[in-house]
């Protein structure tokens, strides 16, 4: 029972163009939504973060939308660099007595061509 | 360095072994997590640490895992009787406190049961 579900294994754009990372999600009490990338052979480094009140948080070329009535996460990234080719993983935090546990998914694939 | 870091960073090993996996957070950081990655997974939490509270370990798969964090500082993951299955990428993470919710990671450590 996948609680983050990333049903995209794969995604392929143009450089300059906008990737669209989607992520949903199966719980109403998660309460903060995170972001991570990762590079072959590196731990993931996180990327960008939403709190269950908002609904969108940018940071450069990064924006982060959350849709709490669908629960549905997405990443936007414009415009698309090569060096942003990587796998990213979105992350869900239940908060309260969690601990920050984090949730993932299984990541999708982000291939920009140059 | 002042990230985390793992040793080793390979480990390759027989059915039936036991392993021991190292994990040394950032200097201050009171939160220490591991997570596994196996093969077109997403990452998947196995325990927490906090402080000198009792560890969250409601992820960890079985009894053959154990895990220390001595001193408050670097942790040790031990898998017993290793079996095939147990292949994956081990991930370790530290966080500072309680107040932010960014979780550094390590580069892993890749365990192979043959």
């Known amino acids: 029972d996948q609680q983050v579900k990333q049903n995209s294994p794969s995604l392929s754009v143009q450089e300059g163009r906008i990737s669209i990372l989607n992520c949903d999600y199966t719980?109403?009490?998660?309460?903060?939504f995170l972001w991570y990338k990762k590079y072959p052979a590196e731990g993931p480094t996180f990327l960008i973060s939403?709190?269950?009140?908002?609904d969108k948080n940018e940071d450069g070329r990064f924006t982060v939308f959350l849709n709490k009535s669908a629960k549905h996460l997405s990443l936007h990234i414009v415009p698309s660099q090569p060096g942003d080719s990587a796998v990213y993983f979105c992350a869900v935090n239940a908060g309260g007595t969690s601990y920050g546990k984090l949730t993932f998914g299984q990541g999708t694939i982000l291939t920009v061509h140059p | 360095g002042a990230g985390v870091s793992q040793s080793p960073s390979n480990k390759v090993t027989e059915k039936g072994k036991d392993v021991e996996l190292r994990c040394d957070p950032i200097s201050g950081h009171t939160a220490l997590y591991w997570y596994r990655q196996s093969l077109g997974q997403g990452l998947e939490f196995l325990i927490y640490?906090?402080?000198?509270?009792?560890?969250?370990k409601s992820g960890l798969p079985s009894d053959r895992f154990s895990a220390e964090r001595t001193g408050g500082s670097v942790s040790t993951l031990t898998i017993q009787r290793t079996q095939q299955e147990d292949s994956a990428v081990y991930l370790c993470?530290?966080?500072?406190?309680?107040?932010?919710?960014?979780?550094?990671f390590g580069p892993g450590t890749r365990l192979t049961v043959l």
């Open positions: 640490f906090q402080g000198n509270s009792a560890p969250d």
């Open positions: 993470a530290s966080r500072v406190g309680l107040s932010t919710d960014t979780q550094y």
């Open positions: 719980n109403s009490m998660f309460d903060y």
């Open positions: 939403i709190s269950s009140i908002k």
